[in-house]
C-alpha cells in the first residue's frame, strides 16, 4: 500500500511506493514509433480505462473519435479508495497515499506536440484540464491538484505522445506551500498579491518579459533555478485554474505554444516539465496561479540537492534576449 510521510526535518511529504518497485520504464527506454504508442486510438496495448473525453455526440467510452480523453493511470501513485493508516506518532506523521492519479491524452496523433497542435485544439486541451482539476478538488480530502506535463525522457516522460499527469492527493505540495506561505506573508505586510506586485515591476521593466498578449504574460524569473526557466502567469489575479475565465483561454494556448516553440527554436528541443501550479481554493487573494516551464539542461548534482539552491549558469535576462529573437523569427516565418 503506497504511504505519505512527513519529513520530520522539513515541509516535504514523501510518497513511498514500495509495490511500484524499479521499473526499467523509469531510468529510460527506448521511444515507441507513433504508430506503437500505447495511448493511440489503434493501440492494442491498451492503457486505461477512460474515465472522460472529448468526443463527438453520441460515440460512447472507448470508441475512436474522441479528441481528447483522460485515462486512469496505468502505474497508480495513490489509491483511489481511502484507507486507513495509523497517523503516526509526533515525529513521525504518516498518511494514506489516497488520492487520483490520471493521465490526460492530449490527441489521437502521437506525432503532435504541444506546439504543433492547432490553438483551437490546444484551447480545447486546456479546458479540459480546467474540468479534469475542478472535479479533481473537489474529492474529499484532497489537499493538491498537480498538473505535470513531461517532454523527453530526461524530464521523466514515459511515453512519446502529448500527455500530461494529474495527481490529486492529500499533502500539500512543498514548492507551492512554499509560495503560499511566502504570498501570504507579502499580502499581510502589502496588503496586495506578491504574484501580481512581481508582474506589474517586470512588466514595466521589461528586462525578463519573454513575451505577453491581452490575458497573459511570460517572465523568466528573476531568480531562475534552471536555464530559461519560463513562468506563464495571467494578468488579472486568480488563485485556482479550476476557475480560470473561458475566454482567456485561446489566448493561453497563443502563449503557451509560442514559448514552446521559442525554447525549441532556441535549445533544439530540450526535454522539459511544465507545471501548473496552483490551489485548490478559489477566490484566495494571496495566491496567483501560473505555469512553470523548466528545461532539462543540466543535471541537478550533489551540490543542489546538498545545499538547496540551485546552480544556473545562465542569467534569466541572457535567456530572455534568446527567446525574444527566436519569436522574432517565427513572426518573420509566419
Ligand atoms: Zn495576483
Ligand atoms: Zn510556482
Not at 504541444?114 to 480545447?124: I, R
Not at 496552483?278 to 487573494?285: Q, S
Amino acid at each position: 500500500m503506497p504511504l505519505f510521510r512527513k519529513d520530520p526535518f522539513g515541509r516535504a511529504w514523501v510518497l513511498l511506493s514500495p509495490e511500484r518497485g524499479l521499473e526499467p520504464s523509469a531510468f529510460g527506454s527506448v521511444p515507441s514509433a507513433p504508430e506503437r504508442s500505447p495511448l493511440s486510438p489503434e493501440s492494442k496495448d491498451r492503457v486505461g480505462p477512460e474515465i472522460a473525453a472529448v468526443r463527438p455526440a453520441g460515440s460512447h467510452s472507448g470508441d475512436a473519435g474522441w479528441r481528447i480523453r483522460a485515462l486512469a493511470h496505468p502505474a497508480q501513485l495513490v489509491s483511489s479508495r481511502p484507507t486507513e493508516v495509523d497517523a503516526g506518532v509526533e515525529l513521525f506523521q504518516q498518511a494514506a497515499a489516497y488520492g487520483h492519479h490520471e493521465i490526460i491524452v492530449e490527441h489521437p496523433d502521437a506525432r503532435q506536440r504541444l506546439e504543433t497542435m492547432p490553438v483551437e485544439h490546444l484551447t480545447e486541451v486546456l479546458r479540459f484540464y480546467r474540468e479534469r482539476i475542478a472535479l479533481a478538488a473537489a474529492r474529499p480530502g484532497i489537499a493538491h491538484v498537480q498538473l505535470t506535463r513531461n517532454v523527453g525522457r530526461a524530464a521523466g516522460a514515459v511515453y512519446d505522445h502529448p500527455y500530461a499527469q494529474l495527481l490529486a492527493v492529500p499533502v500539500t505540495n512543498r514548492w507551492v506551500e512554499e509560495e503560499v506561505a511566502v504570498a501570504a506573508a507579502h499580502h499581510a505586510a502589502h496588503g496586495r498579491c506578491l504574484f501580481c506586485h512581481v508582474l506589474e515591476r517586470e512588466i514595466a521593466a521589461r528586462e525578463r518579459v519573454v513575451t505577453q498578449n491581452d490575458a497573459y504574460v511570460a517572465i523568466a524569473p528573476f531568480a531562475s533555478k534552471t536555464p530559461f526557466e519560463t513562468w506563464i502567469l495571467p494578468r488579472h489575479h486568480g488563485s485556482s485554474f479550476a476557475t480560470v475565465a473561458s475566454n482567456t483561454l485561446p489566448a493561453l494556448a497563443e502563449l503557451l505554444r509560442a514559448v514552446v516553440r521559442a525554447i525549441n527554436d532556441a535549445l533544439d528541443y530540450p526535454p522539459y516539465n511544465l507545471m501548473l501550479h496552483t490551489v485548490v481554493e478559489e477566490g484566495r487573494p494571496d495566491y496567483h496561479w501560473h505555469l512553470e516551464l523548466l528545461p532539462r539542461l543540466t543535471n541537478q548534482a550533489g551540490f543542489d540537492w546538498g545545499t538547496g539552491f540551485f546552480v544556473n549558469p545562465t542569467l534569466p535576462e541572457d535567456a530572455v534576449r534568446f527567446l525574444r529573437e527566436a519569436l522574432a523569427m517565427q513572426e518573420v516565418r509566419a
